[in-house]
């Protein structure tokens, strides 16, 4: 599976959460398969996604996935002690791991070599660390939420992208949408 | 009152109730005051971007936010004020350690402090230079700025402000 066939599959579990969803082509991915305002696309800011669906956890009380990647993860790596000293029961980082950077052309990453980012979530404070196989996505993500634990998600997949256009939603709409979704 | 306390007055009396901090000695006193505050809910951040991303998210929750950080970090945030708190139209005020300035010993920090206000005038961020320590006086006003009109704003407060850096 890639990850456009998990967020396929999740699609129906995360239209009722909040949702922080990584740049680029996952972003296009999750807005071509299920457009919600409860959907926080990033446009730029590579790297964020933890950080931003951290912050939103933390202020407020409905749960929040944040959908990550593993280039992203390690472009941002000093979110994992952050989360792990502070993560919030209402707080799930699902890190899609296809070993690649699916954005820029599927150019591998470390973690498709030697570097295990479930270890490294782990090491850095996680106490909620699953790692799985995509096929199982839907219900380790359902389980995660219904434990009301923090929770950092490994999913592995392989390395690929659907086509879909760009998003040309205004950022402010977006974010203005998503604000109301949060309060509502 | 000190400085810190006022600082800290100034923050939780426009509804700061989140805040990321990256130290720098000249703001230890400030970062201990708001760690005393049941106001406020202090998550110390790895890098200022992180920070900046925990702080987009907080506000989009309904938290006023506010980062702490030193003025080099300006070189770490470009792109993140750019694209995610200046693109997505988001309040952050920035009171930032102006590192480099007048009564500063460590000649590195000049390095960066020669490039903070031109990298905050070419980023369009409103910025504020607190030099004598009346110029806290401004803190509640800018900070009423700043949730007004939805942007990144620069708060530099350099060592002759927070009464010298240690013995200079």
């Known amino acids: ?184 | 009152m000190s400085i810190d306390a006022r600082i800290t007055d100034d923050l939780v009396a426009n509804g700061v109730e989140f805040i990321t901090t990256v130290p720098c000695k000249q703001l230890a006193g400030v970062i201990e005051e708001i760690d005393q505050r049941p106001e406020i809910f202090h998550i110390p951040s790895n890098k200022e971007d992180e920070g900046m991303g925990l702080c987009a998210g907080a506000w989009m929750g309904g938290k006023r936010p506010a980062i702490i950080m030193q003025n080099t970090a300006i070189g770490v945030t470009i792109n993140t004020l750019a694209t995610l708190i200046q693109y997505y139209r988001m309040p952050l005020p920035m009171l930032i350690s102006y590192r480099g300035e007048l009564r500063e010993p460590v000649a590195c920090q000049v390095e960066m402090a020669v490039h903070t206000k031109a990298l905050l005038a070419q980023m369009n961020i409103p910025t504020y230079h607190f030099h004598n320590q009346s110029d806290v006086e401004e803190l509640d006003m800018i900070l009423k700025y700043t949730f007004m009109c939805n942007k990144p704003v620069a708060i530099l407060t350099d060592a002759n402000f927070w009464g010298g850096y240690g013995d200079q």
């Open chain 1, 1 to 184: 599976m890639i990850r456009s066939e998990i967020l396929k599959e999740i699609a129906p579990i995360l239209r009722d959460q909040l949702v922080v969803c990584n740049i680029g082509i996952p972003s296009q991915e999750l807005h071509a398969i299920d457009d919600q305002p409860s959907n926080f696309y990033m446009l730029g800011t590579m790297g964020l996604s933890s950080s931003i669906g951290l912050g939103l956890a933390l202020a407020q009380p409905k749960t929040v996935i944040s959908i990550d990647g593993d280039g992203s993860v390690l472009t941002n790596l000093g979110t994992l002690p952050t989360i792990g000293n502070n993560i919030p029961g209402n707080f799930i980082l699902m890190i899609i791991d296809n070993g690649s950077y699916g954005s820029t052309g599927d150019q591998p990453t470390y973690a498709g070599m030697k570097t295990d980012l479930a270890a490294m979530a782990r090491a850095a404070g996680c106490d909620n660390v699953v790692e799985i196989m995509a096929k199982d996505t839907g219900p380790a993500l359902q389980a995660a939420i219904d434990s009301g634990k923090g929770t950092v998600m490994v999913v592995k997949c392989e390395s690929g992208n659907a086509k879909n256009p760009v998003i040309t939603m205004d950022p402010v709409v977006i974010r203005d949408r998503f604000m109301k979704a949060v309060a509502s």
